[in-house]
Nanobody, 120 residues
Framework: VQLQASGGGLVQPGGSLRLSCAAS????????MGWYRQAPGKQRESVAA???????IYVVSVKGRFTISRDNAKNTVYLQMNSLEPEDTAIYYC???????????????WGQGTQVTVSS
């Protein structure tokens, strides 16, 4: 199983970016999917998560600005980021809890990370 993230880049304060993360490989079912971020000198933190049924949760600092969504048919999770602030600068990682065919348990998988830089 692989997670391929894309969509990062450089944006001015107040701008928007959309991150995507597609899962591929031996997938029987994908449970929760989410996005994390790690800024220089800081610990990785959870930004947003979404269940297979579409329930969402966000860290307080991004509520009202970021929206997480998923397309179950495409095994893809998205993060729409609006009103970006310099404090949002970080490497963003996608995460998915996946059960593979032939395995009776769920494993955590991570994408490779995509850089988001918010600067004027």
């Amino acid at each position: 199983v692989q997670l391929q993230a894309s969509g990062g880049g450089l944006v001015q304060p107040g701008g928007s970016l959309r991150l995507s993360c597609a899962a591929s490989g031996n997938i029987f079912r994908i449970n929760d999917m989410g996005w994390y971020r790690q800024a220089p000198g800081k610990q990785r933190e959870s930004v947003a998560a979404i269940t297979s049924g579409g329930s969402t949760i966000y860290v307080v600092s991004v509520k009202g600005r970021f929206t997480i969504s998923r397309d179950n048919a495409k095994n893809t999770v998205y993060l729409q980021m609006n009103s970006l602030e310099p404090e949002d600068t970080a490497i963003y990682y996608c995460n998915a809890k996946i059960r593979s065919v032939g395995l009776g348990y769920v494993r955590d998988y991570w994408g490779q990370g995509t850089q988001v830089t918010v600067s004027s």
